[in-house]
């Protein structure tokens, strides 16, 4: 979700729901009273909503949602808890940007005299932008491929470009690519997006054996919101897109006002000072 975004919250505070979840086996046996509090996000308010339920998020439905979630299963930890139920508020209800999410076990078994234990996450959608790349084997299908794999549980494909065939950099004795750009919405932190990535090249059959060589798939994440990441196996923004018109161009077709986090230009400004 990017910084600034202009959004409303609906608040739901200490809701309470018997469940099942703690370490010790006579909490999974017995159960206990739970407080579950929500602070959830949404589009901005507006009169043109005309003062009907079905033009915003139902509290009513929240809540039976969180209950039957909170109980479906028993987990040890009321960490696991807060982020399994955070992650299928987002995925239930879409136009919910994010949700926090304070779970409060008043009787925790420590001993001590206490109001409660709890935790407390956030959790919410983001936008990522990837380059895809193909130049061995059947191409198109390959990327086909890759944005198939990519929809999952916690990611969408938003916006696919058109592709471009684009001559090999680097690495000159090898085949023309196939290149284009993805946008996705997704639940993961930018390391869970890139091991999703990993994934998805490991099972269309990359081979790492020279560098910029031929591959059947290439992922990169580009840009994902506003963030900056710096790691030893990941960098973001993507340390040479403002270099590569492979990258550019079909990130400028759907997203040309995406501003870049470091230059701070937009994406179509990068490709015209590229070409």
């Not at 308010?45 to 929240?62: A, G, K, M, R, S």
């Not at 299928?88 to 879409?94: A, E, M, R, Y």
């Not at 959790?123 to 790349?133: E, K, M, P, Q």
């Not at 869970?192 to 490991?202: D, F, G, H, P």
């Amino acid at each position: 979700m990017n910084e600034g975004e202009d959004l409303d919250k609906i608040i739901i505070k200490d809701l309470e729901v018997f469940a099942h979840h703690g370490v010790l086996e006579g909490e999974r046996e017995v159960g206990q009273k739970f407080l579950i509090s929500l602070e959830v996000f949404v589009n901005r308010f507006n009169e043109e909503q005309n003062d009907e339920l079905e033009h915003t998020v139902n509290y009513v439905d929240i809540c039976s949602f969180v209950e039957h979630i909170f109980t479906e299963h028993k987990y040890n930890l009321i960490e696991t808890c807060a982020v399994k139920l955070s992650e299928s508020i987002l995925l239930k209800f879409p136009s919910i940007r994010r949700v926090d999410v304070v779970v409060k076990k008043p009787w925790a078994p420590i001993g001590k005299p206490l109001d409660y234990a709890a935790v407390e996450v956030s959790r919410c959608w983001h936008n990522a932008f990837l380059s895809v790349g193909s130049n061995l084997g059947d191409k198109e299908k390959n990327i086909r491929e890759a944005i198939e794999m990519l929809n999952d549980n916690t990611t969408r494909v938003k916006k696919v470009s058109g592709l471009i065939t684009t001559k090999p950099v680097g690495y000159l004795d090898q085949d023309d690519f196939l290149n284009g750009c993805i946008e996705v919405v997704t639940l993961k932190s930018p390391h869970e997006l890139l091991k999703q990535i990993q994934s998805i090249e490991a099972n269309l059959k990359r081979e790492r054996k020279i560098r910029w060589g031929p591959r059947t798939i290439d992922l990169d994440i580009v840009l994902y919101d506003q963030e900056i990441v710096f790691s030893d196996d990941l960098v973001i923004p993507h340390p040479r897109m403002h270099e590569r018109l492979f990258v550019l161009e079909p990130l400028e077709e759907i997203a040309p006002y995406l501003i870049h986090p470091v230059f701070n230009k937009s994406i179509a400004q990068l490709r015209l000072e590229k070409s």
